[in-house]
Structure formats: structure tokens, C-alpha cells
T-cell receptor, first 114, second 117 residues
Framework: AQSVAQPEDQVNVAEGNPLTVKCTYSVSGNPYLFWYVQYPNRGLQFLLKYITGDNLVKGSYGFEAEFNKSQTSFHLKKPSALVSDSALYFCAVRDIATGFRLNFGKGTSLLVTP | NAGVTQTPKFQVLKTGQSMTLQCAQDMNHEYMSWYRQDPGMGLRLIHYSVGAGITDQGEVPNGYNVSRSTTEDFPLRLLSAAPSQTSVYFC????????????????FGNGTRLTVT
């Protein structure tokens, strides 16, 4: 089964510092990976995806993610964190078996302090 | 552009009651799905549909029914509510079921917070 793991329940970062939210994947075949963000009392919003091509993927709100095949990772990064980046972040992988489904990680809560 | 609309926002049920959570999208998306979100468990897929008249089970389908009579609507029915169904429910849609559509972003509604007592 295609799956992702987010090893950290919470990440704390000071405003202005770089941030990293970790995600590792387990798939058979080529991975199709996604990051979503959830602000309080809202649904998830798409940030970025890796399908093929460059290992560094740029997305919304200044976020980027680095695909690393040898480490089976797809970490989310931002050079300079903002307080408004505080939210719940989900990594997801497309289930190749069905083609349709996204399997989500358990989420990582990011807290950016002033 | 409303996107994905879920109603109600909040609901309290007693054990054994039934109800329907509504989901509508105005983007002409073929694929629609229902997830539940529980603390520490992420999002788990309940049911999904790849077009009108076509539905299938996800990871946690027990206790829930769905139907898809139109492209726009995908209601989720709780047949006999149980405390274990206390959760936040999200409807999500995306375009197409062709190869390119598989990797299109999911669009989520703002959720329905359900409490079963």
C-alpha cells in the first residue's frame, strides 16, 4: 500500500527562521506526493505536488518541497517562517492501486512564534 | 465561485439517530470524496465517487452510505449514529478521472463537526 509518515506531531519555529516539516513515503513504483495545509476551522488547502521532474518543487505562500528518492522523503520547507504559517500540515501520496485516492499522513502542527 | 459547500457546519446527534451530511460543488468535478478527521489519525477516506451513479468504499466505510445522483451533490448518510462517529467530516472534489486528473489538487469544504452523544 502507498503510505506516508510524518514523524513529528509538532514543529516549533521562531518567526524569520527557516522551517522544515518532514514527510517520508513508502510506495511501489513512482511516487505522486502532495502537501496540504489546514488553518483552524477550515478545510485543507493544496500547497504543492511532486509528480516528476525537478526534485525541488515550489508551491503556494513561499513554500517548497524537496523530493529525495534515496531517502524516500518529501520534506516541506520555507526559508523564512511567518506567524501566519502556523497551521496543520499534511503530506499525502496518491494510491496507485486505485489511481483515485489520496492517502494522508497524520499531520504536523506548525507553531511559529514571534 | 463557491467551490465545495458543506452543510451543516455543526450537528449534535443522539445514539441511534440518522442524518445526512450535505456536500455540493460547483466546479463540475467528476471525483468527490468524504473524509473524517480525528486527532492523531489524520484524514481517513470513507467513500468516494468517480462520477454520477458510481461510488465505492474507502478505508472506513462502515456505518455510512453515499449516493451520487448528480455531478454536483454527494451526500453522506449516517444510518444509526454511534459515539465512535464523533468527528469532523470533510468533503473534497477534484477534476477528472483521466490520468491528468488523478494528480489534480483536491478542493475541500470547510467541514461538518459532528458530535454523537
Amino acid at each position: 500500500a502507498q503510505s506516508v509518515a510524518q514523524p513529528e506531531d509538532q514543529v516549533n519555529v521562531a518567526e524569520g527562521n527557516p522551517l522544515t516539516v518532514k514527510c517520508t513515503y513508502s510506495v511501489s513504483g513512482n511516487p505522486y506526493l502532495f502537501w496540504y495545509v489546514q488553518y483552524p476551522n477550515r478545510g485543507l488547502q493544496f500547497l504543492l505536488k511532486y509528480i516528476t521532474g525537478d526534485n525541488l518543487v515550489k508551491g503556494s505562500y513561499g513554500f517548497e518541497a524537496e523530493f529525495n528518492k534515496s531517502q524516500t522523503s518529501f520534506h516541506l520547507k520555507k526559508p523564512s517562517a511567518l506567524v501566519s504559517d502556523s497551521a496543520l500540515y499534511f503530506c499525502a501520496v496518491r494510491d496507485i492501486a486505485t489511481g483515485f485516492r489520496l492517502n494522508f499522513g497524520k499531520g504536523t502542527s506548525l507553531l511559529v512564534t514571534p | 465561485n463557491a467551490g465545495v459547500t458543506q452543510t451543516p457546519k455543526f450537528q449534535v446527534l443522539k445514539t441511534g439517530q440518522s442524518m445526512t451530511l450535505q456536500c455540493a460543488q460547483d466546479m463540475n468535478h467528476e471525483y468527490m470524496s468524504w473524509y473524517r478527521q480525528d486527532p492523531g489519525m489524520g484524514l481517513r477516506l470513507i467513500h468516494y465517487s468517480v462520477g454520477a451513479g458510481i461510488t465505492d468504499q474507502g478505508e472506513v466505510p462502515n456505518g455510512y452510505n453515499v449516493s451520487r445522483s448528480t455531478t454536483e451533490d454527494f451526500p453522506l448518510r449516517l444510518l444509526s449514529a454511534a459515539p465512535s462517529q464523533t468527528s469532523v467530516y470533510f468533503c473534497a472534489s477534484r477534476q477528472g478521472t483521466q490520468t491528468l486528473g488523478y494528480n489534480s489538487p483536491l478542493h475541500f469544504g470547510n467541514g461538518t463537526r459532528l458530535t454523537v452523544t
